[in-house]
Every structure is written in C-alpha cells, then in structure tokens.
C-alpha cells in the first residue's frame, strides 16, 4: 500500500490529515467532541501500483445525551376539578438516535399504568375512565423513557384532585301555620333558610 495516497471524509470534508496511517489500518482521533448527529465516514487507498481500493463507507450516529421528555399534563402541583383527569406526555430525541418506543412507562401514584396509555412517536396520552376515577387528595405521575443509545430520561409532577362540592337539588314541600292554638292559620310571605344549601324559599298565600 501507498499509505501516502490514503483519503478519508467525514460528512463529505477531507480528514485525512487528521488520521494516523499504518501499514494494516488507519485511526482518527478526533481534535474537539463532535456533535450528536448522523455521520458518513468514506475512505480510500492506492497500492503501489497505482491501483485505488473500492471507496468503504460506513454510516454512525453520535448520540451521548437523553431523550427531552416532558410532562404535558397535569403540570406541576395543579388542582384538578375532575376525577378522571388526563394523563399527558412527550418526549423526543433529535438530534440523536431516536426514541425507543418499547421504553416508555408511567405509573400513577406509584401503580404502572403503561398499558393505558396510547404511545405514538412523538408522546403518550391516558384519558382516565370512569371507572378508574381517582379519590380527592394528592397524587403523584411519573414518566421515563429511553433512546436507541439507552440513554434514559424520567420526568415527574405532583398534582392535587379536588372535585367541586355539588349541592344537593330537590323541592321542599310543607305548610307553615301561625301557630296560634286558638286560631291556626297558614302563615305567608315567611322565609325560610335552608342551612345546608344556604337557599331561601318564602311562602305563600296558602303557607306553603
């Protein structure tokens, strides 16, 4: 080999200076970190004879961070008015070598709810049922997932139901009389309070 004629290129700019040569292989070492992303590294050689080797090529992605994950809802040390709230989650991990899918778990008040949630390619989403509505008070939601580097990210919030108080609705029947013994009569225009749900209701003609 003609270890003079050796040229390399990284993303399409020449490198090879920056390559120590040998007899059976070459090695780069690079001067300042590269950034994450994909990366096309293509060489070449003569022999002595003038001959070129085939151009290699190999294809490589740099990825040395975690996945930006992040919490859409509830945020942080909200009060939700509702007992069956949604869960909500994204995450995403460019540049770099992508989102491992399989990885993403969330657990609700430490109980895995993973296989609720609907996961597409860019987050995850729960919409509580019914059925599984949570109690009043405070809970906690927790999220993770990994890159196709194993890079791990993990993302939490507290969050606090509290339903609204709903009053009671219904109607209030009866007669009210003066209360003279001698002569009992239906007593109108009287107010009456109703001390639960702080209504009033004022008779008529009749009493009632």
Known sequence: MELSTFHAELNGQ???SSFTVGASEATFIPSAPLPDQEFQLTAR?????GNQSASISSTFTLDTRPPLLTIVSPSQNATLETTTPRFEASFA?????????SSFRALVDQVD?????????????WDTPASAGFSAGGHTF?????????HQA?????FVVSPPIVSPKGVLTGQIFTG?????????????????????AVTDATGR
Not at 45 to 49: E, G, K, P, Q
Not at 93 to 101: A, R, T, V, Y
């Open 14 to 16: 020449d490198i090879s």
């Open 45 to 49: 050689i003569f022999d002595r004879a």
């Open 93 to 101: 991990d460019s540049p770099g070598s992508g989102i491992l899918l």
């Open 113 to 125: 709810r993973t296989a609720e949630f609907t996961v597409t390619g860019s987050g995850a989403t």
């Open 142 to 150: 927790h999220t993770e997932v990994r890159d196709l580097a194993g």
């Open 154 to 158: 993990t993302s939490d919030v507290d």
């Open 180 to 200: 003279d013994v001698c002569n009992n009569q239906p007593l109108a225009g009287a107010t009456v309070r109703l001390i639960h749900s702080g209504g009033v």
